[in-house]
């Protein structure tokens, strides 16, 4: 089971839009490409994307590409409809990424079933297309 998105509703629902200080996340995405904020001061890594560090408030940020390795941290699955673009069911995953700490990012699994996700499960990013213009970073199971 992976997540299916109804096209017929995509065309309205995924237009992206972004504050400037998120710009390398997007256009990273764009590239299909994983990319995360590393302060420039600190070294902190920082996901969703902000202005001022946590750590240190400072306000220089570089953007690393990510091995898009991870694993499971938490997940859900959503068995109930919420809106017709979405197929039920669809995994809803956390993934703590593994080379940037203290990253987690809120994705879906492709080509996975529920009872194959587990605590701790080894993951890796794949980008699945969503519109024309658009893939979004989604996770698969390493090996998978
Ligand atoms: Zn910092």
Redesign the pocket.
């Known amino acids: 089971m992976s997540i299916e998105y109804n096209p017929k509703y995509m065309k309205h629902f995924y237009d992206p839009v972004w504050e400037n200080f998120e710009d390398g996340f997007w256009q990273g995405i764009k590239q299909r490409k994983l990319k995360f904020q590393k ?1 420039s ?2 070294g ?1 890594f920082s996901h969703p994307p902000r202005v001022r ?1 946590p ?2 408030k ?1 306000e220089g940020w570089e953007w690393v590409e990510s091995s898009g390795k991870g694993r499971i941290y938490s997940w859900t699955v959503a068995r109930q409809e919420v809106h017709p673009a979405f197929r039920v069911p669809f995994e809803i995953v956390l993934v703590e990424m593994e080379n940037e700490p203290g990253v987690r990012l809120i994705s879906n699994m492709v080509d996975c079933t529920p009872e194959e996700i587990s605590f701790d499960m080894p993951v890796e990013v794949c980008f699945r297309e969503v519109t024309k213009e658009w893939a979004l970073p989604m996770f698969k199971k390493v090996g998978g």
């Open positions: 302060c001061g600190c902190t560090c750590k240190c400072g």
